[in-house]
């Protein structure tokens, strides 16, 4: 192949996609991710104890995990996550590390703490259709709601300042109700054209709540008319739509498909702005989570791999694998099906994601911004 010769000149400007290039190099290379510890089963790869739902406590004192074990452990985040910057990860077992273990009825889809109670009160969903508070102290449910038929519920989920709370199941609605009253007090139900997958609330305090449903659409709801329908529809996944969490800013979400991707929306104009893809996504709920503070997204895998995407790019900056790899890097042992940022602010440069497998292993890693003198 012949090369053209070389002509001299001046230098000449960046072009604007060489600049764009050079920009999402830099932004890439924002975070340093480190596994601060590492929980294992007792029992090395046992099904029955698969991690389905992390959640950090908002109090930031504790971390709980649930799943089809039927049981709800909670960890201090003091073990987890030592004070000391650069500390070596810990590794230890869920019967020593877990400070309480509450036993539950059924396998657990889904659990949310309540933000009204201080770290005391946990919202779960089960795969018998049936929503329970339990009293972390005491240990038992003081709260139930059987508003889904004996349908599984996916997803919990409570407003801001507690008050609301929903709820998102295999019958295709969303039971809104009052959490303030004795006895749970329906308030609204949300329609879908299939299993509901996920709801959230507008974590800014917004009159919104966001769904994700099997029918492949994401829906955006204003509380104060929900019988009226949705006021945005988003249609662009082949796949059921597993998660829907709200951005920083309120009129962004970012919806999660077993279509292997991950889509940031404007839904007050309904448009896509930008699709994630790198992690393997086709028939699991492999976890979804975003952390307003620093606009990161955290997600499982099928691959048995951790990823983090920055909103502003496409690609991942930074992936961990969770378990021993096969001749085409695939995980030989399993799947991580969930994915939680501790929703600090981003100003102080710190970030915790903790991730659970299906084999039953706990991992939390912490984040650090760089500095020039990184």
């Known amino acids: 192949m012949k090369h053209s010769p070389a002509v001299s000149g001046p230098p000449q400007e960046p072009s604007e996609q060489q600049q764009q290039a ?9 975070w340093h991710f480190r596994l601060s510890a590492a929980v294992y089963p007792a029992a090395t790869g046992a099904v029955s104890d698969a991690i ?12 709980a995990t649930g799943g089809i074990a039927r049981k709800i452990r909670i960890y201090g985040l003091r073990s987890l996550l030592p004070e000391e910057r650069g500390a070596t990860p810990t590794f230890s077992d869920h019967s020593t590390a877990c400070r309480l273990c509450i036993c539950t009825p059924a396998k657990l889809s ?4 309540r933000p009204d109670s201080s770290g005391r009160i946990i919202g779960s969903g089960d795969y018998d259709g049936v929503v329970t508070e339990y009293d972390v102290e005491r240990g038992f449910p003081v709260f139930e709601r059987d508003e889904h038929a004996g349908r599984r519920v996916w997803c919990v989920d409570y407003s801001v300042d507690g008050g609301l709370s929903a709820s998102g199941s295999d019958d ?6 009052d959490s303030r009253c004795a006895d749970g007090g329906s308030t609204a139900v949300a329609r879908a054209d299939a299993a509901v997958c996920s709801v959230e609330f507008d974590p800014e305090g917004g009159p919104w709540v966001g769904v994700g449903s099997a029918d492949r659409h994401a829906y955006v709801f204003d509380l ?5 329908g949705p006021v945005a529809a988003l249609s662009g996944h082949g796949r059921a739509v597993t998660y829907v969490r709200f951005a920083p ?13 991950h889509r940031l929306w404007d839904w007050v104009e309904g448009r896509q702005v930008r699709a994630y893809r790198g992690h393997t ?3 699991s709920f492999i976890g979804m989570s975003m952390w307003r503070g620093a606009g990161l997204i955290g997600s499982g895998s099928e691959s048995n791999e951790v990823f983090v995407y920055d909103l502003r790019w496409g690609e991942p900056i930074w992936v961990q694998g969770f378990g021993n790899r096969g001749e085409e890097g695939r995980s030989q042992d399993g799947f991580v ?8 602010a981003a100003g102080d440069g710190e970030g915790a994601l903790a991730a659970g497998g299906s084999d039953g292993v706990l991992q939390v890693f912490v984040g650090r911004k760089m500095t020039g003198s990184d």
Do not use: I, K, M, Y
């Open 172 to 177: 295709g609605t969303v039971q809104l109700w």
């Open 337 to 344: 099906g969930v994915a939680s940022w501790r929703q600090t």
């Open 224 to 228: 104060r008319a929900v019988s009226a």
């Open 249 to 261: 800013g309120g009129r962004r979400v970012v919806t999660s498909g077993t279509d292997g991707s």
């Open 110 to 113: 889904s659990l949310r703490w």
């Open 22 to 30: 050079a920009h999402e190099e830099r932004a890439r290379c924002e």
């Open 281 to 283: 996504n086709s028939r």
């Open 52 to 63: 389905g739902t992390v959640e950090f406590d908002p109090t930031d004192r504790l971390l």
